[in-house]
């Protein structure tokens, strides 16, 4: 398959024009088609490509991933237990990217009006086998008048060629005062080594750009860890 490509001429997260090559990704490297250039903001330090992938092909990292499975039910019941220190007792609850659904089934256990999103059938028809609240939609396409108390997004933006847009949009999605948890690899962490944090993604955010992005966008950041 062809990739298309844009020219980037400034950082897409801070808007600086001051950036550098950082290394490059061989064709073949992570299956991908093309080599890929990565540059390195020298302001906020994100990552990204140079030209820009205007899609993300890595679903064969996720072909084989489990679905209700013990440990991902354990993941998303750690999250909630974080979240309980900022959250009310109830509302309402949106996990973009909701995959197989484990987050809006441990918000629906504590009695959230809960529902997902996501692009991909197998997930959806696997959510709604399992009577979720969810449906298949993509983001930006997604069309609602409701907004939402709480709004998760995990392991999803690093995929998103228009972090921006996808951002904003969520915000919109927010209520006054709601919390927002995203959930994205940090670049410079260790375990961004690895082959499914590793991949080349179209913008590989730090702990510094990802702040900056938020505040931008009007989000009110109350931890990064």
Do not use: W
């Not at 998103?160 to 951002?167: N, S, T, Y």
């Not at 938020?214 to 990064?224: A, E, H, S, T, W």
């Amino acid at each position: 398959m062809k990739e298309e490509l844009r020219e980037v001429n400034t950082c897409q997260v801070c808007d600086s024009n001051d950036f550098e090559l950082a290394y490059i990704l061989k064709k073949g490297t992570f299956s991908q088609d093309i080599t890929v250039k990565n540059y390195v903001c020298k302001y906020c330090t994100a990552v990204f490509q140079n030209p820009l992938i205007l899609r993300d092909n890595h679903d064969h990292f996720f072909a084989d991933m489990p679905d209700f499975s013990s440990i991902y039910f354990t993941v998303s019941d750690k999250r909630l237990d974080y979240l309980k220190q900022y959250i009310k007792s109830k509302g309402s609850f949106l996990d973009i990217g909701c995959g197989h659904g484990h987050m809006v089934y441990s918000f629906r256990k504590i009695g959230y009006d809960s529902m997902g999103i996501d692009p991909e059938e197998s997930y959806i028809e696997f959510c709604k086998k399992n009577n979720l609240n969810v449906i298949k939609t993509d983001l930006i396409s997604f069309k609602t008048k409701k907004k939402f108390d709480i709004i998760t997004m995990v392991a999803v933006l690093n995929h998103i060629p228009d972090q921006k847009a996808f951002l904003k949009k969520t915000r919109e999605l927010l209520k006054d005062g709601g919390i927002f948890l995203l959930e994205t690899p940090d670049m410079y962490h260790p375990e961004a080594l690895n082959p499914l944090l590793g991949a080349p993604h179209p913008l590989n955010n730090t702990k510094r750009s990802i702040a900056i992005m938020l505040n931008k966008i009007g989000f009110n950041v109350l931890d990064i860890s």
